[in-house]
């Protein structure tokens, strides 16, 4: 399996960019001269699938003519269509892809039934499914993108294939470890809670158990400034039912007894430092972003960091 590091360096290389300029350029000039829907498929997997491939060893998996069930087409033009019943021309690492011939994306009435048909399969799928696709239009010379944001499936217009729009499906496939940024993954993967098994909890345990056992010079400056700025104080014995059911609820989440108002606190600045750890390595991601428009740094390799190195 190749590694992540590995796939990295590579989509940075100066080599790839070049490359994908030429990937472009044979999509294009052969889908302009496709004689159907077939062809163009063809043409669009096999220049994709044969350049990755012969870079990392890996073989994109393009799931051809999967079933959806339980469509319903609103549009007018696709309206008498009522089996209920497609086919995905493609499936890849979560991502659907509707190829038309270059005839057939001409018109703006085309181009209206060929996007409500992927918007009626993505709602489908998320119907039959419970998976929320993303989705590609293309005829190999144009391209647009569909995606879920929060019920609604949203797009955007249809434009000239580009380079940039190769690196972008490339990285898509490449990225399957990735999930979308949205309200559930978020609550799912960082909610910290008495049943949760997040890393975000093993973070806060960890920190809690930190701050209990071992505390440092260093920490117990931070927890005593954070204490002044929450205005806290181990004073404050409260009795509360909110107190209780506070101390009730960190001590299923620490597994651990706390009844008294240090334990509290530290408890309390676990999980605030937890979260704050990872908003500030969300917002790395995103400033690095809009700095540079590409990822310049690897963050999954954060997680193989030893307190030496931080």
Same mark, same amino acid.
């Given at each position: 399996? !190749? &590694?992540?590091?590995?796939?990295?360096?590579?989509?940075?290389?100066? /080599?790839?960019?070049?490359?994908?300029?030429?990937?472009?350029?044979?999509?294009?000039?052969?889908? /302009?001269?496709?004689?159907?829907? =077939?062809?163009?498929?063809?043409?669009?997997?096999?220049?994709?699938?044969?350049?990755?491939?012969?870079?990392?060893?890996? /073989?994109?998996?393009?799931?051809?003519?999967?079933?959806?069930?339980?469509?319903?087409?609103?549009?007018?033009?696709?309206?008498?269509?009522?089996?209920?019943?497609?086919?995905?021309?493609?499936?890849?690492? &979560?991502?659907?892809?509707?190829?038309?011939?270059?005839?057939?994306?001409?018109?703006?009435?085309?181009?209206?039934?060929?996007?409500?048909?992927?918007?009626?399969?993505?709602?489908?799928?998320?119907?039959?499914?419970?998976?929320?696709?993303?989705?590609?239009?293309? +005829?190999?010379?144009?391209?647009?993108?569909?995606?879920? !944001?929060?019920? !609604?499936?949203? &797009?955007?217009?249809?434009?000239?294939?580009?380079?940039?729009?190769?690196?972008?499906?490339?990285? =898509?496939?490449?990225?399957?470890?990735?999930?979308?940024?949205?309200?559930?993954?978020?609550?799912? +993967?960082?909610?910290?809670?008495?049943?949760?098994?997040? =890393?975000?909890?093993?973070?806060?345990?960890?920190?809690?158990?930190?701050?209990?056992?071992?505390?440092?010079?260093?920490?117990?400056?931070?927890?005593?400034?954070?204490?002044?700025?929450?205005?806290?104080?181990?004073?404050?014995?409260?009795?509360?039912?909110?107190?209780?059911?506070?101390?009730? +609820?960190?001590?299923?989440?620490?597994?651990?007894?706390?009844? +008294?108002?240090?334990?509290?606190?530290?408890?309390?600045? =676990?999980?605030?430092?937890?979260?704050?750890?990872? !908003?500030?390595?969300?917002?790395?991601?995103?400033?690095?972003?809009?700095?540079?428009? /590409?990822?310049?740094?690897?963050?999954?390799?954060?997680?193989?960091?030893?307190?030496?190195?931080?």
């Amino acid at each position: 399996m !190749v &590694n992540s590091s590995k796939i990295s360096n590579w989509l940075k290389s100066g /080599e790839y960019h070049s490359q994908i300029d030429s990937v472009l350029t044979k999509i294009i000039r052969d889908c /302009e001269s496709s004689d159907s829907e =077939a062809h163009t498929s063809s043409i669009f997997e096999n220049e994709i699938y044969y350049f990755v491939r012969s870079q990392l060893g890996i /073989e994109p998996n393009f799931k051809k003519e999967a079933p959806v069930e339980g469509i319903v087409h609103i549009f007018e033009g696709l309206s008498s269509r009522k089996s209920g019943h497609g086919r995905l021309d493609a499936v890849v690492n &979560n991502i659907i892809i509707e190829y038309k011939h270059n005839t057939k994306l001409k018109t703006k009435k085309q181009i209206s039934s060929a996007f409500e048909q992927v918007k009626d399969y993505l709602i489908a799928c998320d119907k039959d499914k419970g998976v929320k696709y993303d989705a590609i239009l293309t +005829d190999g010379i144009k391209i647009a993108y569909f995606q879920f !944001v929060g019920d !609604v499936v949203c &797009n955007t217009s249809l434009r000239n294939l580009t380079a940039s729009d190769i690196d972008r499906i490339i990285k =898509a496939i490449l990225n399957n470890q990735s999930k979308k940024f949205e309200p559930s993954n978020i609550v799912k +993967d960082f909610s910290i809670s008495s049943n949760s098994e997040s =890393a975000s909890k093993t973070i806060a345990k960890i920190l809690y158990k930190q701050l209990s056992d071992e505390i440092t010079e260093k920490s117990n400056m931070l927890y005593s400034e954070w204490k002044e700025l929450m205005h806290l104080s181990v004073e404050d014995n409260g009795k509360s039912g909110d107190i209780e059911k506070r101390r009730t +609820d960190l001590s299923k989440i620490f597994k651990s007894s706390i009844t +008294d108002t240090e334990k509290e606190y530290k408890a309390l600045f =676990a999980l605030q430092t937890t979260y704050a750890i990872i !908003v500030k390595l969300i917002a790395c991601k995103v400033v690095d972003k809009l700095n540079f428009n /590409e990822d310049t740094h690897d963050y999954h390799d954060l997680s193989t960091l030893t307190y030496e190195k931080t």
